[in-house]
């Protein structure tokens, strides 16, 4: 079940489901912006699956806003995002990802899973380094 929010009786929970689409909902009504992306995969049955994948757009206050998520189970994928022409002074972001991929919230303990503030994006020059942690969906801030 991919509920959004749990209820019973007067108690109310959000769910993993809930917070994905909070972090990515920095990406309606704003502009897309293309990207490149390369990395490892995955083979299942005639599938072949990216273990990274990455969404960038733009606001109408000029924020650039930058999700990636990383299906491996085990390892941290390090992303590194070239923002040539793009200045930015400050990257913010916030992840959700958890010690196991079975984890979810319940009515007895509610905030099991729930967005953190992530600090492992590096800027250095025009080149953006994020270390993305294993099962794990991040969403990055850039702004002037």
Same mark, same amino acid.
Do not use: M
């Given at each position: 079940l991919q509920a959004m929010v749990l209820t019973k009786g007067k108690t109310m929970i959000l769910t993993p489901t809930y917070y994905v689409f909070k972090m990515y909902r920095v990406h309606q009504d704003a502009t897309f912006l293309p990207l490149d992306l390369t990395c490892d995969s +995955?083979?299942? *049955?005639?599938? &072949? +699956?990216?273990? /990274?994948?990455? &969404?960038?757009?733009? *606001?109408?206050?000029? /924020? +650039?806003? +930058?999700?990636l998520s990383n299906i491996d189970l085990k390892n941290t994928k390090e992303v590194i995002i070239n923002l040539s022409g793009i200045h930015t002074k400050r990257i913010s972001g916030e992840i959700l990802t958890s010690k196991n991929i079975s984890d979810h919230n319940t009515f007895e303990n509610p905030n099991t899973l729930m967005p953190k503030i992530f600090n492992d994006a590096k800027l250095n020059k025009e080149v953006l380094t994020v270390k993305l942690p294993s099962k794990s969906i991040v969403t990055l801030t850039l702004q002037n």
């Open positions: +995955i083979k299942a *049955d005639n599938y &072949t +699956i990216p273990l /990274v994948s990455a &969404t960038a757009s733009k *606001d109408s206050k000029g /924020v +650039i806003h +930058i999700s």
